[in-house]
């Protein structure tokens, strides 16, 4: 079993930047993939971006374009998503997902980001 939390959230003004980061415990064998995916009112929940443990295999849904970056610390199992230039589109609730491959077995609550025009 693993738990993840979130955190970093918040409202900011377009163009801004805000980093999440999700906490983990568990089996470290669970948390091999560490992604996000986020959900925005009335849209169903989209991937967003993950990376393997081996901080090599790394892949960013297209909306991202650059903006985004995805970092893990293995050392203490948490993952990081730095967001920049932030638009009112990518206003959403965030979660954490992990799991041994690509299949997120495992979620967080969510946290919540708020982009103003």
């Known amino acids: 079993q693993v738990t993840l939390v979130e955190s970093g959230g918040g409202s900011v003004q377009a163009g801004d930047s805000l980093t999440l980061s999700c906490a983990t415990s568990g089996r470290t064998l669970n948390t091999r993939v560490m992604g996000w995916f986020r959900r925005a009112p009335g849209k169903d929940r989209e991937f967003t971006a993950a990376?393997?443990?081996?901080?090599?295999?790394?892949r960013y849904a297209e909306f991202v374009k650059g903006r985004f970056t995805i970092s893990r610390d293995n050392t203490k199992n948490t993952v990081q998503l730095q967001m920049n230039d932030l638009q009112p589109e990518d206003t959403a609730l965030y979660y954490c997902?992990?799991?041994?491959?690509?299949?997120?077995?495992?979620w967080g609550q969510g946290t919540q980001v708020t982009v103003s025009s």
């Open positions: 990376i393997h443990e081996n901080g090599v295999d790394i």
């Open positions: 997902a992990t799991s041994e491959r690509w299949s997120y077995e495992y």
